[in-house]
């Protein structure tokens, strides 16, 4: 009996599923905040992806909200200073938002930099260019941040709809099509497992021959890729960015979180960010406008108690 | 029978701090033999392994490979040219399965891409190595000796030329010894020449073609197995361990 | 731009000196705890926040000049510091880098939160004398000098109690080899009480001092965190020495750059600093080989 796929999946296919409900559903039921929880879910869930990748390997990033930044902020000069299509600004963000992989990964991973302080370095790696992004404020709006203006509303040229369903099947269609690259390839089972191994046992990968750097590296790129389209979407769906939203802190822990939250499990992230995000979501809603503060304060506490919950479960393993 | 030279160091000496872990040491390696290195603790063994394999850097001396100068190239850049070794205490990839441990083997040496083909040569190896029916747990959950034998099994189903065992048969006894030696004798048939770092001297005897002595970082003698292990000195080095 | 005259210059180098000096103290308690818990305390600006609302109140309504409250908030600071261990810190002991990290990040956003419910996000200030010592051309700002005085013997003494005492020793002890030290009949649970109780104890004291010349505002837990963090990652990990030079680094940057162009170009300069140095040494200038 030919069994083609004969090294057990690293990946099981449920976000598939989940993917397909989610594009169904509107159908059922229409619901506009609904569909805007969807959007922010999955573009989340996406970001995610792309840091578990390196995570695999043993390095946690609490910045990677840089390249969501540059993908928004370049999307922005692309367009409205420079002329291009949307899609031609993609041909700008992929580049920058490797090339700024490239710059902190060779950095860190010649030098040998990992655990907390490979933390602490895209934290202020995110904090420098936030801080640069305000800086300039001729070019970038400050930190009051910048809007976008599509200029006419040729689709040909710009990736703008006045509704939300075309965002939502974009980026159902895209998060599929990530799932698909990362579970159907013998290479992607091969980047993944080797990933994994580095993260494990970083000597125990070299004496089997494996390019520590390298493999982090890619990883890496791919992640920054991966966030910088979110970025490019972001801006495309909400018309409006600042420093902090794109650099900062707060989203480069929830992109975390989200990882942690699944166990560093690709199959697992779309599902729980569309359990957390929504969550957040109408935290903020409900009491942030009941009393500003209290959505963050309720954030924390959760986060505390889902980390700590699961550290104690471990314990009694 | 002349034989071929694969690997050789030229008075390669590392310091630490004061200590001489190796001190002006040459030794050379032919192609498929089974060479042993042993000595009393403390002697150099494992320090040279790591220099050999580019975990160390020497302080003086290099290291070849035939006739290619690999001293000072990083770890991986000298499993990828065949040289691959297994650690003292061993280092499986805990989390992953035995047989996904072997898989990564054999994905990361020359050879085979096709995943059919990687799978059935996993499986070959754990079968060789007798961890076939432990294929699927986890490594983690494998008992000491399984670890051992999941660590050879790595080594070897990277097919490298040069494999460098690191105390492979420390906790062995009997029959496991029996099997580990067997194991090690075909992997020679297939071409692979073994280097096997040892301290207990009763298994290499056995097993080594030749034997190399170190002892405080030096080379203290080489030979036939039953001419090392009368030698005076050899007897002298293991004592002054008692 | 100012013009480059050199009185400017050495007024914005003495401002350094005494802002180096006092932010010396926002990071000996993260060095201190991060050295010996080994833990990622991401709350640490969050407490030396709550410490300058605390004495914000208490000067407000009680009428207190704040640096008459240093020692009073000291002590509570670090009771509070007693509590958080018991509640959240020992339970968490067990978790990974990764995972302290994220509980402690959960606890700087619950206290940012909680700042905001209770005191809203408008910006405190006191009212304290802004008077300065003029010598030759300089003016010394007397809040400023009071503040930088008392970090220092602050940061002495710590540094003293650290070195010379016995429990100081026990510490450091700890902070090397925390299995070797309890074969050695140290109590590693006591000394970890000790050390938060320092650790927020010193916060608090930051906060005092920075409230008397600074606004405190739900968030400003973050900037003096964040320095904290640069402040010991340049300095290097488990050096109180460490931690002065690398607060007179910043100190002395911030002034400088920030006179000459703005706030946001002297961080963003000081954060290019901190990757250098991790680049570099990643132990910190003096810093031990931390096992992170």
Do not use: C
Not at chain 1, 78 to 92: D, Q, V
Not at chain 2, 100 to 111: R, W
């Amino acid at each position: 009996m030919r069994n083609i796929l004969k090294i057990k999946n690293f990946i099981s296919i449920y976000p598939l599923i989940i993917l397909v409900m989610v594009g169904v559903s509107p159908i059922f039921y229409y619901n506009d905040w609904a569909i805007h929880l969807m959007i922010l879910s999955l573009m989340y869930a996406v970001m995610g992806l792309g840091w578990i990748l390196l995570a695999l390997a043993g390095n946690v990033s609490l910045g990677n909200a840089i390249y969501f930044g540059l993908g928004a902020y370049f999307t922005i000069f692309s367009i409205m200073k420079w002329n291009l299509s949307s899609y031609e600004a993609i041909g700008i963000i992929i580049p920058i938002s490797s090339l700024a992989a490239i710059f902190i990964g060779y950095l860190t991973f010649r030098f040998g930099i990992s655990g907390i302080y490979f933390a602490l370095t895209t934290i202020a790696f995110a904090e420098i260019l936030r801080e640069l992004f305000i800086f300039f404020r001729e070019y970038t709006g400050g930190s009051l941040g910048t809007y976008i203006l599509f200029k006419d509303s040729s689709l040909i040229e710009y990736f703008a709809f006045d509704s939300k369903l075309p965002y939502l099947y974009f980026i159902i269609g895209f998060t599929f099509l990530v799932y698909i690259i990362l579970i159907i390839p013998s290479r992607t089972k091969k980047f993944l497992m080797t990933l994994r191994a580095i993260g494990e046992d970083e000597l125990a990968a070299a004496a089997l021959g494996i390019n520590l750097s390298r493999y982090k590296l890619a990883a890496f790129i791919i992640g920054s890729i991966l966030t910088s389209l979110m970025g490019w979407l972001y801006i495309h769906y909400m018309r409006y960015i600042t420093p902090d939203v794109g650099f900062g802190l707060s989203l480069s822990l929830y992109i975390a979180l989200l990882g942690v939250a699944s166990n560093l499990r690709l199959e697992h992230v779309v599902l729980v960010a569309m359990i957390l995000t929504p969550l957040g979501e109408l935290l903020r809603a409900v009491t942030g406008a009941l009393l500003a503060g209290l959505d963050i304060l309720i954030y924390g506490l959760l986060i505390m108690l889902i980390i700590i919950i699961r550290v104690l479960m471990r314990r009694r393993r | 029978m002349k034989k071929e030279v694969i690997l050789y160091t030229r008075e390669v000496s590392k310091y630490f701090g004061g200590v001489r872990a190796l001190d002006n040491v040459s030794i050379s390696i032919y192609e498929k033999e089974i060479l042993g290195i042993m000595g009393p603790n403390g002697s150099g063994k494992t320090t040279l392994i790591n220099v050999i394999t580019g975990y160390i850097k020497p302080d003086k001396g290099r290291i070849y490979m035939r006739d290619e100068d690999i001293t000072g190239l990083p770890p991986y850049s000298i499993a990828k040219l065949g040289i691959v070794r297994t650690f003292q205490i061993p280092r499986p990839f805990k989390e992953m399965s035995v047989i996904d441990n072997v898989i990564i083997s054999i994905m990361h040496s020359k050879g085979l891409k096709n995943e059919n083909e990687i799978y059935k040569e996993a499986l070959r190896v754990l079968e060789e190595v007798g961890l076939y029916d432990r294929r699927n747990l986890k490594a983690k959950d494998l008992s000491d000796i399984e670890k051992k034998r999941l660590e050879l099994a790595k080594g070897l189903a990277a097919e490298p030329k040069v494999l460098m065992l690191d105390e492979v048969m420390a906790g062995a006894r009997g029959e496991e010894v029996e099997n580990l030696i067997r194991i090690i004798r075909k992997a020679r048939e297939r071409g692979i020449t073994i280097v096997a770092v040892e301290h207990i001297v009763s298994a290499l005897t056995r097993l080594a073609d030749r034997i190399i002595v170190l002892d405080q970082g030096r080379v203290l003698t080489e030979g036939r197995p039953e001419e090392v292990i009368n030698n005076p000195l050899v007897k002298k080095a293991y004592l002054g361990e008692i | 731009m100012f013009f480059l005259t050199p009185e400017i210059i050495l007024q914005a180098t003495i401002n350094g000196i005494l802002l180096g000096g006092l932010y010396v103290l926002l990071s000996i308690g993260l060095n201190l705890i991060t050295g010996v818990l080994k833990i990622i305390n991401f709350a640490h600006g969050e407490i030396i926040m709550l410490s300058m609302y605390i004495t914000f109140w208490l000067s407000l309504i009680l009428g207190f000049n704040p640096f008459e409250l240093v020692i009073p908030i000291s002590i509570l600071m670090g009771l509070i510091g007693i509590l958080t261990y018991i509640i959240l810190i020992k339970p968490s002991l067990a978790s990974s880098d990764i995972e302290m990290l994220m509980i402690t990040a959960g606890l700087s956003m619950f206290m940012q939160g909680l700042a905001q419910v209770l005191w809203k996000s408008d910006y405190r200030i006191l009212k304290v004398y802004a008077g300065a010592i003029a010598l030759g051309g300089i003016y010394i700002s007397i809040p400023l000098l009071i503040a930088s005085i008392i970090s220092f013997v602050t940061s002495l003494g710590l540094y003293l109690f650290l070195m010379k005492s016995v429990r100081g020793a026990m510490i450091r002890s700890v902070a090397q080899d925390r299995e070797m030290s309890s074969l050695l009949g140290i109590d590693s649970e006591k000394i970890y009480y000790l050390v938060t109780f320092l650790s927020f104890m010193t916060a608090g004291i930051a906060g005092v001092l920075l409230i008397s010349m600074f606004p405190t505002y739900p968030t400003a837990g973050v900037i003096y965190g964040l320095l904290a963090w640069l402040i010991m990652v340049i300095g290097g990990l488990g050096s109180v020495i460490g931690s002065f030079i690398g607060g007179m680094i910043v100190g002395i940057a911030e002034s400088l750059i920030a006179t000459f162009y703005n706030v946001e170009l002297a961080r963003a300069f000081i954060f290019i600093i901190f990757v250098i140095i991790i680049a570099l040494r990643p132990s910190g200038l003096l810093g031990a080989r931390a096992r992170v």
